[in-house]
């Protein structure tokens, strides 16, 4: 069977065919749950189908990779890492291939595409690096002629359930880490992602299989919230990572704790950026840009909230509305495009709400503010000007929507940074190492 669009012809060349099963389980592809379409979000239109995980096929899954986590902790750490090294390079072989699925399939632009599978690789050079330095301490004892030992051991199985945003990246950070330390890795890639799951897995597979290891070592299913919840409730998982909205991360942190089992979570962001008076406002604006625009909007560090002191207020704003006037909207795999599309409809229905909402509470659209007439899920990069003190403010709508605001004082621009209940990432643009000094605490 052959891809509905020639330009997909090369997903073959990265194992993947029109239609495909979307579980590796115990060495094997297979799956027995609901069948789904992978969608372009440029055209909304069907890349392939893949079939989902059952709960009969996560239990197969998990009993196998259960047994195969007592042959992978008993090999020494930098064996462990030189399997992690050999899946680096499988990653560097098909690098632009991915990229380009990550692209088509996610709705980022191509360079972020590739620049996220490299994020993977990076990881993987790192892992090998750690593998060689698991190292415990030999502590002092307070009894005579005793001493304590301290060393690392693994959990076993840990569980990382990864979100569209970031498709593979974020179980390059999670996977990669908990390989070399000895643990089994099951992965569920995000609903809206299933073939740069499988694409991933693929690869991951054959090195596990040239080095004569269980394939159960590394089990992936695709799925939704049933084959999450039963990661959530796992016993024999130790440690769950997860990434997603803070309202299923509440969930399943509370499920893994009613358990005992660890957690680590990466949820909702509502990021500033302040420009003090004696920035340098070029450079400024040309980070501003990419901070809230790169993956329309779509990022947990999305720049969301831009604090201007009041004395430079107008001269950055009209930068700013400027560049975004000239910002590329298109194709993600077009040279030159900077603002590719939201990753589903659904996304764009939130960004009209979200609006609609900024509007109702005194927001002032400077530019942008409307979805784009297509097949796709375009949207305008839009700047408001609102009250920090505005409750959708408080909020994070993830799309490419910057609220910007005005501040007299340092002080006063630490307040307002600090006044939402997200954290996750602040910068400062200034020259003046008092105020850097006062930023870093």
């Known amino acids: 069977m052959e891809f509905a669009k020639q330009e997909y012809e090369f997903l073959s060349e990265i194992g993947l065919s029109p239609e495909t099963p979307g579980c590796f389980v115990n060495g094997k592809w297979k799956a027995h749950g609901p069948t789904v379409s992978s969608i372009n979000p440029v055209n909304n239109q069907k890349i392939a189908t893949v079939v989902e995980a059952s709960l009969e096929d996560y239990e197969e899954g998990m009993k196998a990779c259960s ?57 993987c050079d790192f892992a090998v690096g750690l593998s060689r330095q698991l190292n415990g301490s030999v502590i002092p004892s307070e009894r005579p002629n005793h001493m304590m030992l301290e060393t690392w051991n693994p959990l076993g199985v840990v569980g990382v359930i990864t979100a569209f945003n970031f498709p593979c990246a974020v179980l390059g950070w999670n996977a990669c880490i908990a390989l070399v330390c000895g643990n089994c890795v099951v992965w569920k890639g995000a609903p809206t992602t299933p073939l740069i799951t499988i694409a991933i897995t693929k690869l991951v597979s054959e090195v596990f299989e040239r080095n004569k290891l269980p394939g159960a070592i590394f089990t992936s299913f695709c799925g939704g919230a049933e084959i999450g919840q039963a990661i959530a409730k796992d016993p024999r998982i130790s440690l769950v990572s997860f990434t997603g909205s803070t309202k ?94 939201l990753h589903t409809p659904e996304s764009r229905k939130n960004f009209e709400k979200g609006i609609e909402n900024i509007k109702s509470q005194g ?76 930023w870093l605490g």
């Open 67 to 123: 047994e195969a986590s007592k042959i992978w902790m008993e090999l020494p750490a930098p064996k462990r890492g030189e399997v992690v090294r050999q899946i680096g390079d499988a990653l560097r072989e098909k690098l632009h291939h991915l990229g380009r699925l990550l692209s088509i399939e996610m709705g980022k632009i191509l360079p972020e595409g590739i620049g996220e599978v490299q994020e993977v690789i990076d990881m």
């Open 248 to 341: 299923v991360g509440l969930m399943v942190q509370q499920t893994v704790h009613q358990r005992f089992g660890k957690c680590l979570l990466e949820l909702s962001g509502n990021n500033a950026i302040i420009i003090m008076d004696d920035a340098d406002i070029k450079l400024a604006v040309r980070s501003v840009l990419f901070a809230a625009v790169g993956t329309a909007g779509q990022r947990c560090t999305t720049c969301r909230r831009l604090l201007i002191h009041e004395s430079i207020y107008q001269t950055v704003l009209d930068q700013l509305v400027d560049v975004y006037k000239q910002v590329k909207i298109g194709d993600p795999l077009e040279k030159g495009t900077l603002l590719g599309p």
């Open 363 to 438: 927001g002032k659209i400077l530019t942008g503010g409307s979805v784009i007439e297509s097949e796709g899920n375009f949207v305008q990069p839009t700047i408001v000007e609102i009250s920090p003190t505005a409750d959708i403010v408080k909020e994070e709508l993830f799309a490419p929507v910057l609220y910007v605001m005005k501040f007299q004082t340092f002080e006063e621009a630490v307040k307002i940074n600090n006044s939402v209940p997200q954290g996750l990432s602040s910068s400062i643009f200034t020259r003046s190492p008092e105020n850097i000094f006062k």
